[in-house]
């Protein structure tokens, strides 16, 4: 009888969120898209630099991006298709 060989799969993007994320301050914005459906995206700027992490039905983007200096329209500057104008800003309720 030969052994079985168990493999286990880790989440890198749950990895990601643990880690730039969790217990850390930042914002989270839902929104809407005709194209990819309900969105949640978590922001958290680390010096001059912001890490994203987008969430659809479709799956999640991570994205770490230098301050888009200028960029009126962030959402569209760093995924492409979205709108600023999409998100709004998540409550916190204590």
């Given amino acids: 009888m030969s052994p079985i060989r168990l493999g286990v799969k880790i989440d890198e993007k ?5 880690t730039h994320f969790l217990n850390r301050e930042h ?9 990819w459906g309900p969105l ?7 010096e001059s630099e912001y ?5 659809s039905v ?4 991570t994205r770490e991006v230098a301050d888009p ?9 760093v995924f ?3 709108s600023q104008d999409t998100f ?3 409550k916190k309720i204590i």
């Fill in 58 to 61: 479709s799956g999640t983007e």
């Fill in 51 to 55: 890490k994203l992490i987008l969430r």
């Fill in 80 to 82: 492409g298709s979205l």
């Fill in 27 to 35: 914002i989270n914005l839902v929104g809407y898209s005709r194209v």
């Fill in 69 to 77: 200096e200028g960029a009126s329209d962030w959402a569209t500057t």
């Fill in 40 to 46: 949640v995206l978590s922001v958290r700027q680390e």
């Fill in 88 to 90: 709004s800003q998540v």
């Fill in 14 to 18: 749950a990895n990601y969120y643990r």
